[in-house]
């Protein structure tokens, strides 16, 4: 099995929000995770934020 950079593990957690993972890049993710606290928070992090911007109101569309 292979272990994430700090910068693959934050690509796959942001893709994580907008797609479903395969197993191998969520057991690579939580390996990440298991080690280094600092992904573990960012990706805490990156799902609040995501939550918090869907609760906003749609922008409207100008049509005119
Ligand atoms: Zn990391």
Redesign the pocket.
């Known amino acids: 099995m292979k272990l994430l950079s ?1 910068r693959e ?1 934050t690509r796959l957690v942001s893709q994580g929000l907008d797609r479903e993972l395969d197993r191998g890049e969520r057991v690579a993710l939580r390996v ?1 995770f298991l080690y ?1 606290l ?2 573990r928070r960012a990706s805490r992090q990156m799902a609040f934020l995501r939550r918090a911007v869907r609760m906003l109101p749609e922008p409207r569309e100008e049509s005119s």
Request: proline share 0%.
């Open positions: 700090c593990t990440h280094c600092g992904c």
